[in-house]
């Protein structure tokens, strides 16, 4: 009998977390929602002040732009890639957000989506080590997580990805591919390159999720993505330090016409509220929304197709500098059930400890 109840117990324990899976990802969405509710967002920086842990507590692209970006990679690639990338599209977009559902759970996981070019006296051309070794020679490993890895970070995903591609092992090559399309895009938003990432040092809470998740699933229909087919990049190196000096070059815009349309629009005027999922929320209004997204004048757009060019060419720089593997042999691989279970495992074993780590908040 006790036997019996315990085994119950134990399968409904099963069946909660697997539902808690899905709720993960819906509340990790939610999470980003709340940066439209400056409330809730000041509740939990009231909990945990933002500069305590400063990297736990970013958000991040939307779910949704993390996913079309990767996606709409696959169609810059040349011929002998695109039918490998094409048949695992779904794979490239569904595991396009893992870094950020990583980032609660895995240690040194979350300085990889960001970098504060502000926090280091002076960033300008030639000053911060590009590579990542200098780098820790002169501000030591801890001062760079601290303040974010991202561009370092696309190097080793980048060196990753090579390797994958000479050993021909298509569920690695599949993994870092998805991973490196995600710290590449993360690279090119204006608000991963500030200490202020989320308006809260110009009290504009909020504008993070704005930028990246409010406006991209408002006006993304209208977006041009047109990028052309992926280029060689001769120094990965470099072109990770472009996508983010190219991004701050945007921040200034990206704060101050949030600033002058508030001024001008008055705060009962720019949010309102929306039904999600049976959940009001307060959000950002539509007509705010517009005027803002008329304002930036197709940054997000720029940004957006600015990452999925960036994914593409460093996709394909990595085949390339891996000596040109003959993909279409790889492209019969199909993800076996234990490949499959292993997947399911992981991001069990990410969720497990999610929950732990929020139970010491
Ligand atoms: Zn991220």
Redesign the pocket.
Known sequence: MFYQMYNCFIWLLISATIFFGSFVNGASIRLEKTDSQPLKRQSVVNKQPALSHPAERRP??GFYAHQQINRLAVFTLPVDMMPFFKKHISFLTDNAVN??KRRYAVVGEAPR?FIDLDAYPDTSATTLPRYYKDATDRYGADTLALHGLVPWQIQLTKYQLTEAFKQRDVKRILRVAADLG?YIA?ANVPLHTTRNYNGQLTNQQGIHGFWESRLPEMFSTDYDFLTGQAEYIESPQKAAWRAVFNANTALDSVLRFEQQLTDEVGETRKFGFEERNGITAKVYSADFSRQYHERLRGQVERQMRASVKMVGDFWYTCWVDAGQPDLRTLANYQLTDQDQKEEVAEKKSWLKRLFSARSED
Do not use: C, I, M
Request: no cysteine; hydrophobic share 15%.
């Open positions: 991040s692209w870094p950020d989506h995600h993360d």
